[in-house]
Nanobody, 123 residues
Framework: QVQLVESGGGLVQAGGSLRLSCAASGRTLSSTGLGWFRQAPGKEREFVAG????????YYADSMKGRFTISRDNAKNTVYLQMNGLKPEDTALYYC????????????????WGQGTQVTVSS
């Protein structure tokens, strides 16, 4: 079992930045992929970025490259999503998820999910 708690969302103006955090607990993360997803009202859940805990390899959705950065803090068991140059279309509920097999973009390969943190970008 892995418990995930997201934080750091909020209201920001277009062009601004936010850093989301996801605190993980419950088991060792050495063989775990952590991913960030987002879901806007009326849309499907969308992959943003992922990181393999051991070694820190990262993977991004093409549309997120350059503005978003995923990272981790081993000591804090926390994964971060730094978001820069935010746009109104980035408005969504952002979820953290954990997988034992991937750090890629398939929703069905993630076993554990947080409750999400809301990001709202005003124009």
């Amino acid at each position: 079992q892995v418990q995930l708690v997201e934080s750091g969302g909020g209201l920001v103006q277009a062009g601004g930045s936010l850093r989301l955090s996801c605190a993980a607990s419950g088991r060792t993360l050495s063989s775990t992929g952590l991913g960030w997803f987002r879901q806007a009202p009326g849309k499907e859940r969308e992959f943003v970025a992922g990181i393999w805990w051991s070694g820190g390899r990262t993977y991004y959705a093409d549309s997120m490259k350059g503005r978003f950065t995923i990272s981790r803090d081993n000591a804090k068991n926390t994964v971060y999503l730094q978001m820069n140059g935010l746009k109104p279309e980035d408005t969504a509920l952002y979820y953290c998820a954990a997988s034992s097999v991937t750090y890629g973009g398939r929703v069905t390969e993630y076993d554990y999910w947080g409750q999400g943190t809301q990001v709202t970008v005003s124009s």
